[in-house]
């Protein structure tokens, strides 16, 4: 048997790899964060499942990589003259918008699984311009801070409520009929009434008024102009 040698300055290199972090990254942003398995991602890519870990640590360190790529194409900046309440808006729907198109993604920022360096950015940028509209710098941290908390907060209670329930009914559907009956007999019925149409109108109302209201209370805090 004679034994075939290949010179190692002619040896073939191999096909380059059909995958890559930040393929496999996109990819889970395409299932969505809350489905995006190792298994999902592999049969998704048309790869063994081992392959990935050429590339990734972990699920976690997926998860991470997807977040950084999905913030970092986010489009939080407002116009060039916009005023500091502007700013705000166009902050949070940016986030409204990036929770709705990364279904998982609100949870795994509310339980710290995740902390995108994009974000970190975005956040001081965003308090260095509410500082050039006159905000005091603490003042800008918290104002920044308390919406970015309230809109993942926001979001992932009508999610939740939005999940079927045993029945395949929204959950939501459960919970307006319940506050509907306590109002039938109560001496409160006008304000539990009031709850029940807050959330017939739906989560982007509900959640807008929300807003809303803590912009005109951080309104108050500014000096006059």
């Not at 998860?63 to 939080?76: K, R």
């Not at 801070?145 to 459960?174: A, I």
Request: aromatic share 6%; with cysteine.
């Amino acid at each position: 048997m004679i034994e075939k040698r290949v010179n190692n300055n002619t040896r073939q290199r191999g096909r380059p790899s059909r995958i890559s972090r930040e393929s496999i990254a996109r990819v889970a942003l395409d299932i969505g964060i809350q489905d995006a398995t190792l298994m999902n991602i592999a049969k998704a890519l048309q790869v063994d499942r081992s392959s990935l870990y050429h590339h990734v640590k972990s699920r976690k360190d997926v998860v991470s990589l997807a977040t950084e790529i999905a913030v970092q194409e986010l489009n939080w900046e407002a116009q060039e003259g916009a005023t500091w309440r502007e700013e705000l808006i166009v902050l949070t729907d940016a986030l409204w918008q990036l929770y709705t198109q990364n279904p998982g993604l609100a949870e795994a920022v509310q339980q710290a699984l995740v902390t995108p360096i994009e974000g970190i950015h975005g956040f001081a940028e965003s308090v260095a311009r509410l500082q050039q509209k006159g905000f005091a710098l603490d003042d800008a941290v918290i104002a920044v801070d308390m919406l970015v908390d309230m809109v993942c907060d926001c979001f992932l209670g009508w999610w939740s409520n939005n999940k079927p329930d045993s029945k395949g009914k929204p959950r939501s559907e459960r919970l307006i009929k319940l506050w509907q009956e306590q109002a039938k007999n109560h001496h409160h019925a006008e304000q539990i009434n009031a709850m029940v149409a807050i959330m017939q109108a739906g989560q982007r109302q509900w959640w807008e008024r929300k807003r809303d209201l803590v912009l005109d209370a951080i309104a108050l805090r500014l000096p006059p102009s």
